[in-house]
């Protein structure tokens, strides 16, 4: 059966840190690893990634996608108290698999 | 773009009735999914549609649910003989299958209360 983990399940850290998201997954006939925000409701799309090394960056989050020991690393450097969300990973083959998610919180 | 819109907000109901709720996928987007999230959790797939028609549907899915997307537009998710278990958030999402920005765009949810 398909699955996503993410760790940690939850982070707690100062404005100005930097933190690193982690995300492993054991998806059949894998496509695309996702990360989206969710603040409130809806989910928001941050990064879709599909081949293995190559980051991608928006503004002070990063992400990259290691297809052979199948993991994603989500990072956020420079916490603001707005980067405080859950993350999700999620997986893809037709549809999403999602991970638990990573509850960020960005003290001031 | 007016982005995926769910119907309704907030839904209480009691235990034993029927539900049903709405979803309008992104004009053209010929996918569309439904999750479930439970606070704490992240979203748990449910079925997704290809146009009209129904491609898969969890396992973890009991008889009471039904999708449908008759004529591969909006799409219905009824809910029979509701149980206490089925609170949560129910997630609607879509996507433009074949092209190259394949990633899904959710709506905000019906936040459904079984008392």
């Known amino acids: 059966e398909d699955k996503v983990v993410q760790s940690p399940l939850s982070l707690v850290v100062h404005e100005g840190d930097t933190v690193t998201l982690n995300c492993s997954y054991e998806v059949t006939n894998f496509r695309s690893l996702l990360w989206y925000k969710q603040e409130k409701k809806a989910p928001t799309f941050l990064f879709m990634l599909t081949s293995s090394g190559i980051e991608k960056k928006s503004g002070r989050l990063s992400s990259i996608l290691d297809k052979k020991e199948l993991f994603s690393i989500l990072n956020i450097t420079a916490t603001q108290t707005g980067d405080s969300a859950i993350y999700l990973c999620a997986a893809r083959y037709g549809k999403l698999t999602f991970g638990q998610g990573t509850i960020l919180t960005v003290h001031p | 773009d007016t982005g995926v819109s769910q119907d309704p907000r907030h839904k209480i109901t009691k235990r034993g009735q029927n539900v049903t709720f709405r979803c309008d996928p992104i004009?053209?987007?010929?996918?569309l999914y439904w999750y479930r999230q439970t606070l704490g959790q992240g979203p748990e797939f449910l079925t997704y549609?290809?146009?009209?028609?129904?491609?898969?549907k969890s396992r973890l899915l009991s008889d009471r649910f039904s999708a449908e997307r008759p004529k591969g537009s909006f799409s219905t998710l009824e809910i029979q003989r509701t149980e206490q278990g089925d609170s949560a958030m129910y997630l609607c999402?879509?996507?433009?299958?074949?092209?190259?920005?394949?990633?899904?765009?959710f709506g905000s949810g019906t936040q459904l209360s079984v008392l």
């Open positions: 004009s053209e987007h010929n996918r």
């Open positions: 999402a879509s996507s433009p299958e074949g092209t190259v920005n394949e990633k899904l765009f």
């Open positions: 549609f290809q146009n009209e028609a129904q491609l898969e």
